[in-house]
C-alpha cells in the first residue's frame, strides 16, 4: 500500500511569510508525528497526534508553529512569520496502533523548506 | 529526559565485510524500545531494525543485528556482508512512556568497493 506521503517535497519563502505543509499519513495510523531535521538541531519531534485525545505539542519551539489533523487522517503543519532558523527538512511519521508506545514510526520523504 | 549518542559520526567499510555502529542511550524508565533507522540521500527514514527492552535477545533482520546490553544502555549496530546500497546515515533511537522518538546525531555509512 501506499506509504506516508509529504507536500510539497521543497519549499522556498521569504522571511517573513507564512507556510503550509502538509503530510499524508498511512490509511488507517492512528497516531501522526512531525519532526525536524536540521543542521544544527539534529532531529527533533515537534508534535503527536493520537486518534481523538489532545495532540502532544512539548516539542513545538515557539507559537509561530502550529498543527492540525483533520477527520483524524491528514496533518498540516503551519509555521507563521518565517524566519532564517526555520530552514531545516521537517518530516511526518505515522504508526499504526492506538496504544502508540513501541510502535514503528513510517516516515514520509519530508519536506525542505528553505527560508531566504 | 531521554538521551541517545552516537559518538561515530562517520564510518567507512568495504563491501562484502562487515562494520558495527555504536549507539549508548540513558533512560529512567524500565520499559522502552529501541531502533536503528537509515536514511539514504532521499531523506525518507527506513526502519532497519527494532528492540523491545524487555527481551534479552538481540533483533536480526538478515544482514543486520544488534548487541544490545541493558546494563550498559549499549546498543549497536552489526552489518554484516556490506553491499553499496548500505551507504547512508543511520540514527539510533528511543521510545518510552511518550511515544516520540529521539534520535541520535547519526553516523554516516560509507561503503567501498
Known amino acids: 500500500g501506499a506509504g506516508v506521503s509529504q507536500s510539497p517535497s521543497n519549499k522556498v519563502t521569504e522571511k517573513g511569510k507564512d507556510v503550509e505543509l502538509r503530510c499524508d499519513p498511512i490509511?488507517?495510523?492512528?497516531?501522526l508525528y512531525w519532526y525536524r531535521q536540521s543542521l544544527g538541531q539534529g532531529l527533533e519531534f515537534l508534535i503527536y497526534?493520537?486518534?481523538?485525545?489532545?495532540?502532544?505539542k512539548s516539542g513545538l519551539p515557539s507559537d509561530r508553529f502550529s498543527a492540525e489533523r483533520t477527520g483524524g487522517s491528514v496533518s498540516t503543519l503551519t509555521i507563521q512569520r518565517t524566519q532564517q532558523e526555520d530552514s531545516a527538512v521537517y518530516l511526518c511519521?505515522?504508526?499504526?496502533?492506538?496504544?502508540?508506545?513501541?510502535?514503528?514510526?513510517?516516515f514520509g520523504p519530508g519536506t525542505r523548506l528553505l527560508v531566504l | 529526559a531521554q538521551t541517545v549518542t552516537q559518538s561515530q559520526p562517520e564510518m567507512s567499510v568495504q563491501e562484502a565485510e562487515t562494520v558495527t555502529l555504536s549507539c549508548t542511550y540513558d533512560?529512567?524508565?524500565?520499559?522502552?524500545?529501541l531502533f536503528w533507522y537509515k536514511q539514504p540521500p532521499s531523506r525518507q527514514m527506513i526502519l532497519v531494525i527494532r528492540?523491545?527492552?524487555?527481551?534479552?535477545q538481540n533483533a536480526t533482520e538478515n544482514r543486520f543485528s544488534v548487541n544490545f546490553q541493558k546494563a550498559a544502555k549499549s546498543f549497536s549496530l552489526k552489518i554484516s556482508d556490506s553491499q553499496l546500497g548500505d551507504a547512508a546515515m543511520y540514527f539510533c533511537?528511543?521510545?518510552?512512556?511518550?511515544?516520540?522518538?529521539?534520535f541520535g546525531t547519526g553516523t554516516r555509512l560509507q561503503v567501498t568497493l
Open positions: 533511537a528511543h521510545t518510552g512512556t511518550a511515544s516520540k522518538l529521539t
Open positions: 533512560t529512567s524508565e524500565s520499559d522502552y524500545y
Open positions: 490509511s488507517g495510523h492512528t497516531a
Open positions: 497526534f493520537q486518534g481523538n485525545s489532545a495532540p502532544d
Open positions: 528492540q523491545e527492552a524487555y527481551k534479552q
Open positions: 511519521a505515522s504508526s499504526p496502533r492506538v496504544a502508540g508506545r513501541g510502535e514503528t514510526q513510517y
